[in-house]
C-alpha cells in the first residue's frame, strides 16, 4: 500500500537500509524476553496482565492497519473516564492497565 | 545547529552535563518544578528548590552561555495531600516576579486521582489569576491517555486560560491529536524506555505536522539524557528533513512558546 502522499522524506528503500538491523534487534530481544519467561521458575500460576496485553500487541502489529503505534498505547490504557479515589501510596506505574480489558484487543 | 532544551532537571544534572550541553548548540534551558524522587518531608524543603531553581541554576547556565528559566509548583507526586500541596503553593507568590521564573509548571496529574486533580485545578486558577503561562505533566504510561483527557477538560472548566499559553507535555501517539486539537501547544519528551524515542518524534512530525509541537529530554535523575534533544536534530536529518524543519521544532517552537512570557530572552548565536 503506497501513501498518496508520503510525509517521511526518506523512500521506503532508504527506511528499510536506516532502520532495519535495530528493528531485527529488538524483535530477537523481544523473542528472547518471552524464552526467559518460560525458562523462569513460576511463581505467579497465571500469565501476567502486563505479557498478556504484550502478546497482544504484537497481533495488532499484523492486521494489515495502520496508526499501529497508536493503537499498542490505546491498547495498554486505561480505559475508565473518572478520578481514582485516592492516590496515596502510588507513585509509580505498570505500564499497561491492570484491571479490565484482559484477552480483549 | 542551536536549540533549546525546554524541559529538563538540571538540579539532577552534573555541571559536565551544562557543558556537553553547551558545545552541542544549547542556547537555553528551562527547569519546571518537579519531584526529586522522593518526597519532601515538609514545604520548607520546596523553599529550599525554589531558591535553587532560581539563584543558584541560572548561575551555573551562565558559566556555560546558556540562558536558564524556571517555572513553579508543586508537581503532581507530591500533591495527594491537598493541605500539604496549599502550603507549598502560598510560598509560589514570592519566587514569582524573579527574573527566570515563566510560569506555572510542571503542574498535571500523576494517578489520576481526586487530590491530584483539585491540587491541579488549583495551580490552574492561580495562573489564571495571575496571567502566567502554563506547563503541563501527563502521567505516564497506562496512565497517560485519561490523564491528559481529565487535564485538558479542567483547563476548559476554568474557562479563562488560552490554551495557546499551555504547553501539555510528555504526549505520544495516542494524545498528540487531542492536545494539538483543542488549541494547546504539545511536548514530545524523549526519554528511554516511558516516553519517546527520537525516531518516534520523528514520526509524529510526520504524521501531524510541526505546528505548536516541541521536543525535549526531560533529563533528571532517572535514566535519561540530557542531550536528547540534539539526538533528535541527527535522526531528522538522517531521514532527509531539511535543515527549515530541524531548527522550527528544536529551537523556534520553543522561542514562540515561551517568548509569550516578556521575561523569555536568548542571545542568538
Ligand atoms: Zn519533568
Given amino acids: 500500500m503506497a501513501p498518496a502522499t508520503p510525509s517521511c522524506p526518506a523512500s521506503r528503500s532508504k527506511v528499510i537500509e536506516l532502520y532495519f538491523l535495530e528493528h531485527r534487534a529488538k524483535v530477537l530481544d523481544l523473542a528472547a524476553f518471552l524464552d526467559r519467561l518460560d525458562r523462569a521458575a513460576d511463581d505467579i500460576g497465571h500469565e501476567d496482565f502486563r505479557v498478556a496485553a504484550l502478546k497482544q500487541s504484537i497481533a495488532l502489529l499484523l492486521d494489515g492497519h495502520g496508526q499501529r503505534a497508536k493503537r499498542v498505547l490505546d491498547h495498554f490504557s486505561d480505559p475508565s473516564e473518572t478520578p481514582i479515589e485516592s492516590a496515596a501510596g ?13 484477552g480483549v484487543i | 545547529m542551536t536549540y533549546i532544551d525546554p524541559h529538563i532537571h538540571m538540579v539532577s544534572r552534573t555541571t559536565d552535563d551544562y557543558q556537553r550541553m553547551a558545545q552541542a548548540g544549547c542556547l537555553a534551558i528551562t527547569e519546571p518544578a518537579f519531584w526529586a524522587g522522593f518526597d519532601r518531608s515538609s514545604p520548607k524543603g520546596f523553599y529550599d528548590y525554589f531558591r535553587q531553581l532560581t539563584e543558584s541554576e541560572p548561575n551555573r547556565a551562565a558559566q556555560f552561555g546558556i540562558r536558564h528559566f524556571t517555572w513553579l509548583c508543586i508537581n503532581p507526586k507530591e500533591a495527594e495531600d491537598p493541605g500539604f500541596a496549599r502550603e507549598v503553593m502560598s510560598l509560589i507568590p514570592d519566587f514569582l516576579d524573579r527574573p527566570n521564573v515563566l510560569g506555572v ?19 490552574v486558577e492561580f495562573a489564571a489569576q495571575r496571567d502566567q503561562l502554563i506547563l503541563v505533566h501527563t502521567p505516564h504510561l497506562e496512565d497517560k491517555r485519561k490523564g491528559t483527557r481529565l487535564i485538558m477538560d479542567a483547563i476548559k472548566r476554568n474557562g479563562r486560560i488560552d490554551p495557546g499559553r499551555v504547553l501539555i507535555d510528555h504526549i505520544e501517539e495516542h494524545t498528540v491529536k487531542m492536545v494539538l486539537d483543542a488549541g494547546f501547544w504539545a511536548g514530545m ?75 523569555f530572552r536568548v542571545n542568538e548565536r
Fill in chain 2, 189 to 263: 519528551t524523549l526519554y528511554p524506555d516511558t516516553k519517546c524515542t527520537p525516531q518516534r518524534a520523528a514520526d509524529i512530525f510526520e504524521m501531524y505536522g510541526t505546528e505548536r509541537i516541541w521536543i525535549n529530554s526531560a533529563g533528571d535523575w532517572g535514566v535519561s539524557d540530557p542531550l536528547a534533544v540534539p539526538k533528535c536534530q541527527v535522526e531528522l536529518r538522517r531521514r532527509g528533513h531539511t535543515e527549515d524543519l530541524v531548527r522550527r521544532v528544536s529551537l523556534e517552537n520553543p522561542q514562540t512558546f515561551l517568548s509569550q512570557s516578556p521575561k
Fill in chain 1, 90 to 102: 502510588m507513585k509509580g506505574a505498570f505500564g499497561v492497565y491492570p484491571g479490565g480489558k484482559a
Fill in chain 2, 105 to 123: 509548571g510542571e503542574i498535571g496529574l500523576n494517578k489520576n486521582s481526586r487530590n491530584e486533580l483539585e491540587i491541579f485545578e488549583a495551580h
